[in-house]
């Protein structure tokens, strides 16, 4: 269910692999890595991670094909989550002189009963913002962010709305009754390649999630007092009073 975010590519560009969806949509692009639950698609609106179980076949541009799945493989009933971001936007800053090895990558995770369902990585800087620093303000610009379904989760990319961000997640239908829905806003411990993601600040909620239903869950976002700076090193501080909220979306 990718075709909103994608505006369905329906014809390859020159040089252009096309991938060919279960359900029948199609997206051109360039497979950048083919993994063994997904293939990330760099495409003209930014990088895609698509699950292998959503892929029929990959058409490369010299006209030969791999075929991954039979079209109705993936025939699963399906329930989307929609999460509606607004206010203010995490970001993290470190010393330079700490910044040797460091991975300035910020993520954000999405949980449902504990298990992580969907995550969306920023990993670009922003040096710009404070002089001297390893800056890194979340972005859900899809020029931005990498995104990572877990298996059989499809994630198109975030949509950008006046005063919000829009992340539709679709999750195969759970069973009956509330879940428990977790959010979060990690640093990486470890390194790009090696990755120990850290909780900075949290929130959850229930959520009840039903074939054909979408649900929205409105995510609200404070910066609080947490600033950059201190002697003799300057560091993140106050990072604890960000203020992150998620409950349903009752905005008409």
Do not use: C
């Not at 600040?201 to 910066?223: I, N, W, Y």
Request: proline share 10%.
């Amino acid at each position: 269910m990718l075709a909103a975010a994608l505006l369905l590519a329906t014809a390859a560009t020159a040089g252009a692999d096309v991938v060919h969806l279960t359900n029948g949509d199609r997206i051109s692009g360039k497979v950048v890595t083919a993994g063994r639950k997904s293939y990330v698609l760099q495409t003209p609106y930014g990088r895609l991670n698509v699950p292998r179980i959503r892929i029929w076949k990959v058409e490369k541009p010299d006209g030969t094909e791999e075929v991954l799945n039979s079209p109705d493989a993936a025939a699963v009933p399906t329930a989307r989550l929609i999460l509606v971001v607004m206010g203010s936007t995490f970001w993290q800053a470190w010393d330079p002189k700490d910044a040797a090895g460091l991975d300035p990558s910020l993520r954000f995770e999405v949980r449902l009963d504990e298990e992580p369902i969907a995550s969306y990585i920023d990993a670009k800087q922003d040096p710009d913002e404070i002089p001297k620093a390893v800056v890194n303000s979340f972005s859900f610009s899809p020029a931005d962010v990498a995104m990572e379904p877990a298996a059989g989760v499809t994630v198109p990319l975030p949509e950008a709305k006046p005063g919000r961000i829009v992340l539709k997640i679709d999750v195969p239908v759970p069973p009956a009754g509330p879940h428990r829905l977790r959010v979060s806003y990690q640093t990486n411990a470890g390194t790009a390649a090696d990755p120990g993601w850290q909780d900075v600040v949290t929130a959850e909620s229930h959520v009840t999630l039903k074939e054909g239903m979408p649900v929205f869950m409105a995510v609200k976002q404070d910066r609080g007092r947490m600033e950059f700076g201190g002697f003799p090193r300057k560091k993140m501080k106050l990072a604890e009073t960000f203020k992150l909220d998620v409950q349903p979306d009752t905005t008409p």
